[in-house]
Each structure stands twice: as structure tokens, then as C-alpha cells.
């Protein structure tokens, strides 16, 4: 069992950078593949970032590369996400998710942390 636990959100300025972050508890949290996704109002949730459990292997979405850094520490069981030079359309609820089979999906996810607040504006 792994519980997830999201923060960082909050309002931000185009432009501008925020880190959100996602404490994990359960003794398996090294086992777990991590990642990002995110919903905005009246969209399907959608992949953003995925780490592999050694942090060897990350993968992103299209629409953040070169702006969103995904990142985790095992040691704090916590995984991050850095993002910068932020737009209005990347405002939307962000959810950490953990699953144990590679190349994580919205299918994939065994856990969802309950979601925080990204709101950019412009």
C-alpha cells in the first residue's frame, strides 16, 4: 500500500516557476515507478512526467519538455516536479501517481495522491 500526498500548488504568474511535491509512505516506495499527470476544468486527466523507481529513466509529455524536470529522492520518499516558465494553459489540478509496471500511464497507476491546485495566469 502506498499513500500519496501532494503540495507546492498555488498561483503563479505567466512566466514564472513553482515545485510541487509528493510524500509517499509504505516500505515499497523504491519499487515504484512515479509520475505526474494533470486535469484541467472539463479535460480528461492527462500524463505529464514519469520517473523510473532508480531515477535512471524519465519521460514527458510533449507540451512540457524543456520546462518540467521530474525528479525523485528515495531516501525522503518524496518525487518532485520543477516547473518553469509557466503558461495559463498549464493551470490545472496535479496529481502524483505511483505503479509498479514500467512506463506509467493513467492506466498503469496503482496509487493517486488526492490532487493540488496549479493556477497560472497570464
Known amino acids: 500500500q502506498v499513500q500519496l500526498v501532494e503540495s507546492g500548488g498555488g498561483l503563479v504568474q505567466a512566466g514564472g516557476s513553482l515545485r510541487l511535491s509528493c510524500a509517499a509512505s509504505?516500505?515499497?516506495?523504491?519499487?515504484?515507478?512515479l509520475g505526474w499527470f494533470r486535469q484541467a476544468p472539463d479535460k480528461e486527466r492527462e500524463f505529464i512526467a514519469a520517473i523510473g523507481w532508480n531515477g535512471a529513466t524519465t519521460n514527458y509529455a510533449d507540451s512540457v519538455k524543456g520546462r518540467f524536470t521530474i525528479s525523485r529522492d528515495n531516501a525522503k520518499n518524496t518525487v518532485y516536479l520543477q516547473m518553469n516558465s509557466l503558461k495559463p494553459e498549464d493551470t490545472a489540478v496535479y496529481y502524483c501517481?505511483?505503479?509498479?509496471?514500467?512506463?506509467?500511464?493513467?492506466?498503469?497507476?496503482?496509487?493517486w495522491g488526492q490532487g493540488t491546485q496549479v493556477t497560472v495566469s497570464s
Open positions: 509504505g516500505r515499497t516506495f523504491n519499487n515504484y515507478n
Open positions: 501517481a505511483a505503479g509498479i509496471a514500467p512506463g506509467l500511464t493513467r492506466d498503469k497507476a496503482n496509487y
